[in-house]
T-cell receptor
Framework: AQSVAQPEDQVNVAEGNPLTVKCTYS??????LFWYVQYPNRGLQFLLKYITGDNLVKGSYGFEAEFNKSQTSFHLKKPSALVSDSALYFCAVRKSNAGNMLTFGGGTRLMVKP | DTGVSQDPRHKITKRGQNVTFRCDPISEHNRLYWYRQTLGQGPEFLTY????????KSRLLSDRFSAERPKGSFSTLEIQRTEQGDSAMYLC????????????FGQGTRLTVV
């Protein structure tokens, strides 16, 4: 079975400060890892993914994430938060080269205050 | 790029009634997924199609749920004899071929069973 944990229900950060949204996963074999963002009344929007290669992946809107195999983590980061980054963020995992089911974490609400 | 389209956006139905939702994926995507999302939770996988073949079904997909993708293009999800516990956002996603391809989500259909 595969699972994702997002330990923080909410992260608060001031505009201009760096932000981190945490994600840990459990999957047998090599993982494919994804981050999605959900704005109110909108569908999930893809931010970035780790498939293979460089552990630091860059995505949309200045976001990046670091894959850490030993800690089974895939934390989302941004050097300087914007108020418009306020949204619900979901981490997801899939077993590489097997199956198609994405397993999502429970989500983390990011609040960026001016 | 018209994105993934879902219809209707909102559906209110009485308990015991049948409902059907439609999803139109991105045209060149051969993979289609249905997920369910309840308030405060991450999306949960329901089922997966590759072209017209339904290849994976979650245990969440009870006998009252059926999904089809008859020509490998649009898909429908039907819920028979709706229950209050079926109230949720139903999300459709599609992706192109390739294990590492990310899924693109529609805006969802919000079902309320009264």
């Amino acid at each position: 079975a595969q699972s994702v944990a997002q330990p923080e229900d909410q992260v608060n950060v001031a505009e201009g400060n760096p932000l981190t949204v945490k994600c840990t996963y459990s999957v047998s074999g090599n993982p494919y890892l994804f981050w999605y963002v959900q704005y109110p009344n909108r569908g999930l929007q893809f931010l970035l993914k780790y498939i293979t290669g460089d552990n630091l992946v860059k995505g949309s809107y200045g976001f990046e994430a670091e894959f850490n195999k030993s800690q089974t983590s895939f934390h989302l980061k941004k050097p300087s938060a914007l108020v418009s980054d306020s949204a619900l963020y979901f981490c997801a995992v899939r077993k590489s080269n097997a199956g198609n089911m994405l397993t999502f974490g429970g989500g983390t609400r990011l609040m960026v205050k001016p | 790029d018209t994105g993934v389209s879902q219809d209707p956006r909102h559906k209110i139905t009485k308990r015991g009634q049948n409902v059907t939702f439609r999803c139109d994926p991105i045209s060149e995507h051969n993979r289609l997924y249905w997920y369910r999302q309840t308030l405060g939770q991450g999306p949960e996988f329901l089922t997966y199609f590759q072209n017209e073949a339904q290849l994976e079904k979650s245990r969440l997909l009870s006998d009252r749920f059926s999904a089809e993708r008859p020509k490998g293009s649009f898909s429908t999800l039907e819920i028979q004899r709706t229950e209050q516990g079926d109230s949720a956002m139903y999300l459709c996603a599609s992706s192109p071929p390739g294990w590492g391809a990310e899924a693109f989500f529609g805006q969802g259909t919000r079902l309320t069973v009264v």
